[in-house]
């Protein structure tokens, strides 16, 4: 089992930029697919995004491709989404998820992944 802490959300303008952190505890990250979703009030969870344990590519919404990037640094056991260009509509909770790795895993399907955080808001409003 790890565990998930997500930190580095809060209010910000449109068109800024915030860097959320998600680290893990208990077992190191290295062979575990990790993801990034968001919940906005009223709205399903949905998927933003992911990179494997290979590290051999990365995974977008189209909603946020170009704008956001995912990073994870396993010596540090560390997940990162450095979100760019923020509009309005980014508003949400945004949760860190973890699987260890498994074959042909949906990166982007919620249910593939069985370690979540409690969530960090992120505001963008003028």
């Known amino acids: 089992q790890v565990q998930l802490v997500e930190s580095g959300g809060g209010s910000v303008q449109p068109g800024g930029s915030v860097r959320l952190s998600c680290v893990a505890s208990g077992r190191t990250l290295g062979a575990y697919n990790v993801a990034w979703f968001r919940q906005a009030p009223g709205t399903e969870r949905e998927f933003v995004a992911a990179i494997p344990w290979t590290e051999s590519t990365t995974h977008y919404s189209d909603s946020v491709k170009g704008r956001f990037t995912i990073s994870r640094d396993n010596a540090k056991s560390t997940i990162h989404l450095q979100m760019n260009s923020l509009k309005p509509e980014d508003t949400a909770v945004y949760f860190c998820?973890?699987?260890?790795?498994?074959?042909?895993?949906?990166?982007?399907?919620?249910?593939?992944?069985?370690?979540w955080g409690q969530g960090t808001q992120v505001t963008v409003s003028s």
């Open positions: 998820a973890a699987r260890l790795a498994t074959p042909y895993m949906n990166l982007r399907e919620k249910g593939a992944y069985n370690q």
